[in-house]
């Protein structure tokens, strides 16, 4: 079976300030991971990956996650927030083996919160 | 390319009433997948499919059904509408082991 958590419902942070968003995983072989923004009344809409290879992953409007396998984590981050940052995020993830059909299991997602 | 497109994008069925929600990717993927979130909660996967012809049950395939006669389209069935169905569905589609891509949403309320 594979599972995710995100701890927190919601993340305040203020304008050029780092943001994080966390997330820890369960999968019985090796992960896919993923991270998904969702802005208001919209679809979600694809952030970034992990594979395989470097740790570090970079994606779209300045995001980016690190996998760390000894935490079974893969946190987003983005080094100075914006306002438009603003959204609902969700983290997601596939065994890499067992997981028939490409299905992807979700958190629960995590509402970010930019303050100017 | 349009991506993935749902119709229609706001619905409301009374109790008992039956629809299809519309969903048509042109990226040519095998894989396509229907979702429901319900108000500051995740995704639930309903039914999926791996190609035309195969279809499979998610994790609340219940009071839905699903067909896959083409590649491109996978339409999801509502036969007997009820309160529980009130939600936002989502459709998605991806090649294997390849991030999935979502349509904008269709909005259901049953009253």
């Known amino acids: 079976a594979q599972s995710v958590a995100q701890p927190e419902d919601q993340v305040n942070v203020a304008e050029g300030n780092p943001l994080t968003v966390k997330c820890t995983y369960s999968?019985?072989?090796?992960?896919?991971l993923f991270w998904y923004v969702q802005y208001p009344n919209r679809g979600l809409q694809f952030l970034l990956k992990?594979?395989?290879?470097?740790?570090l992953v970079k994606g779209s409007y300045g995001f980016e996650a690190e996998f760390n396998k000894s935490q079974t984590s893969f946190h987003l981050k983005k080094p100075s927030a914006l306002v438009s940052d603003s959204a609902l995020y969700f983290c997601?993830?596939?065994?890499?083996?067992?997981?028939?059909?490409?299905?992807?299991?979700f958190g629960g997602g995590t509402r970010v919160l930019v303050k100017p | 390319n349009a991506g993935v497109t749902q119709t229609p994008k706001f619905r409301i069925l009374k109790i008992g009433q039956s629809m299809t929600l519309q969903c048509t990717q042109d990226?040519?993927?095998?894989?396509m997948y229907w979702y429901r979130q319900d108000p500051g909660m995740g995704l639930k996967l309903i039914y999926y499919?791996?190609?035309?012809?195969?279809?499979d049950k998610g994790e609340v395939p219940n009071g839905y059904n699903v067909s896959r006669s083409t590649t491109e389209d996978f339409p999801l069935r509502l036969e007997l509408a009820a309160p529980s169905q009130t939600s936002v569905y989502f459709c998605?589609?991806?090649?294997?082991?390849?991030?999935?891509?979502f349509g904008p949403g269709t909005r259901l309320t049953v009253t």
């Open positions: 998605a589609s991806s090649a294997d082991r390849r991030e999935q891509y």
């Open positions: 999968v019985s072989g090796n992960p896919y």
């Open positions: 997601a993830v596939r065994d890499m083996i067992l997981a028939a059909g490409n299905k992807l299991t």
């Open positions: 992990y594979i395989t290879g470097d740790n």
């Open positions: 990226m040519n993927h095998n894989y």
């Open positions: 499919s791996v190609g035309a012809g195969i279809t």
